[in-house]
């Protein structure tokens, strides 16, 4: 099963899909049902091991324009969301949720006012269902630009994220994705990746423990 978002047939919103593989392939999307669905954007899903669904959305109601929200999986459904609140949510903009498979943690990315850039990446732990007071992960992973797009590897080593900006620019690129390692805490020193994508508009860098 893949979740995805998307603005088909045309924009806006964008709204989240689900397809489902088997033997003859994926399924034909389908559009998440409402509370999920809404008249405003649903961005960026990340699903944990047991079906619960992270999205941002800029719907009314929320804490600031863009606010991270959990929909629980029951009964083979999504029939209610919840608002994650402070801390995860601010005033600021809160997006781009990374949820851990088991829940234990939550990468995002917001432009709070104590971040160095124009967005920075947070990680929040979760404990007796309670999220601590999110981190910010501070440098090498956060800069000046934009650090967004978390997502780490299946044997939880690695950090993935993208960083966009002037940086980028400067070596000729629109874009950097970075890889950093998840060890706590998040330290490491700069590596370029082998580009996965040729041409000037993509190029891979980050950090390594």
Not at 56 to 84: C, F
Not at 122 to 130: H, T, V
């Amino acid at each position: 099963m893949a979740f995805f978002t998307s603005a088909r047939p045309s924009y806006p919103p964008v709204d989240i899909w689900m397809s489902k593989r088997g033997d003859a392939g994926w399924s034909e999307p389908t559009k998440l049902e409402p509370p999920i669905s809404s008249d405003a954007d649903e961005f960026e899903v990340a699903i944990s091991r047991n079906g619960t669904l992270y999205f941002s959305s800029t719907r009314e109601g929320g804490q600031g324009d863009i606010d991270i929200y959990r929909a629980r999986l029951v009964d083979g459904g999504y029939p209610t969301i919840e608002n994650l609140g402070p801390p995860i949510n601010t005033s600021s903009g809160d997006d781009l949720p990374y949820i851990a498979p088991d829940e234990s943690y939550l990468i995002f990315a917001s432009d709070r006012p104590d971040g160095l850039g124009n967005r920075d990446l947070y990680i929040s732990f979760q404990a007796d269902g309670a999220w601590t007071e999110a981190k910010n992960l501070g440098p090498p992973i956060n800069s000046e630009y934009w650090d967004i797009y978390p997502s780490v590897s299946p044997d939880g080593k690695y950090l993935f994220f993208t960083k966009e900006g002037e940086l980028a620019k400067h070596r000729g690129f629109g874009r950097l994705l970075g890889q950093c390692g998840v060890h706590r805490p998040f330290e490491g020193d700069p590596l370029t990746l082998t580009p996965l994508v040729t041409g000037r508009s993509v190029k891979y860098s980050g950090c390594r423990t």
